[in-house]
T-cell receptor, first 112, second 116 residues
Framework: AQRVTQPEKLLSVFKGAPVELKCNYSYSGSPELFWYVQYSRQRLQLLLRHISRESIKGFTADLNKGETSFHLKKPFAQEEDSAMYYCALLNAGGTSYGKLTFGQGTILTVHP | ETGVTQSPTHLIKTRGQQVTLRCSSQSGHNTVSWYQQALGQGPQFIFQYYREEENGRGNFPPRFSGLQFPNYSSELNVNALELDDSALYLC???????????????FGQGTRLTVV
């Protein structure tokens, strides 16, 4: 069964500090992974997906198949980065095709 | 281009009742997925609809059912409500193209269901 684990429920950093939100997954096929973000009083929105290999709002995430990880990183955190972050894995086959499996989420707080 | 909209935004029901939640997909999208998000948890996949048929289902009992209409909007129905059904219900729309490849999923703002 596929699973996504985000070991930290809460993460606090100061503005300008580097930040890393951890995500580990288990999946028998070739994984397609995403980071979603939810800012206060806003809907869940896609931050980035690994196949795009983009940097969005200064965030990057590299898929490490050996460690089954997809950690989200930003070298210099900003106060506006404070939000809930979810790592998610797409099921691309079988009876649950199209299913996104989410981790429990990490609340990031960036202090001034 | 319109985004994903859900109605109602909040709802209170009594245990044993039935509820219908509605979702209008984003313009140009043909696939709708439903998720349940309990307090403090990540969203959990309920099912997905594509071409008006269920296209995948998570670990939810049959009293959770759905529909997709020709305009790609969707309903989630829950019968015999239980207290544990209290949660935020999210709808997400996407475009399924050739070779069943999905585009990015766009989420609605959710319906907060409280069962008392």
């Amino acid at each position: 069964a596929q699973r996504v684990t985000q070991p930290e429920k809460l993460l606090s950093v100061f503005k300008g500090a580097p930040v890393e939100l951890k995500c580990n997954y288990s999946y028998s096929g070739s994984p397609e992974l995403f980071w979603y973000v939810q800012y206060s009083r806003q809907r869940l929105q896609l931050l980035l997906r690994h196949i795009s290999r983009e940097s969005i709002k200064g965030f990057t995430a590299d898929l490490n198949k050996g460690e089954t990880s997809f950690h989200l990183k930003k070298p210099f955190a900003q106060e506006e980065d404070s939000a809930m972050y979810y790592c998610a894995l797409l099921n691309a086959g079988g009876t649950s095709y199209g299913k996104l499996t989410f981790g429990q989420g990490t609340i990031l707080t960036v202090h001034p | 281009e319109t985004g994903v909209t859900q109605s109602p935004t909040h709802l209170i029901k009594t245990r044993g009742q039935q509820v219908t939640l509605r979702c209008s997909s984003q313009s140009g999208h043909n696939t709708v997925s439903w998720y349940q998000q309990a307090l403090g948890q990540g969203p959990q996949f309920i099912f997905q609809y594509y071409r008006e048929e269920e296209n995948g289902r998570g670990n939810f009992p049959p009293r959770f059912s759905g529909l997709q209409f020709p305009n790609y909007s969707s309903e989630l129905n829950v019968n015999a409500l239980e207290l544990d059904d209290s949660a935020l219900y999210l709808c997400a729309s996407s475009l399924t193209g050739r070779a069943r490849m999905n585009t990015e999923a766009f989420f609605g703002q959710g319906t907060r269901l409280t069962v008392v």
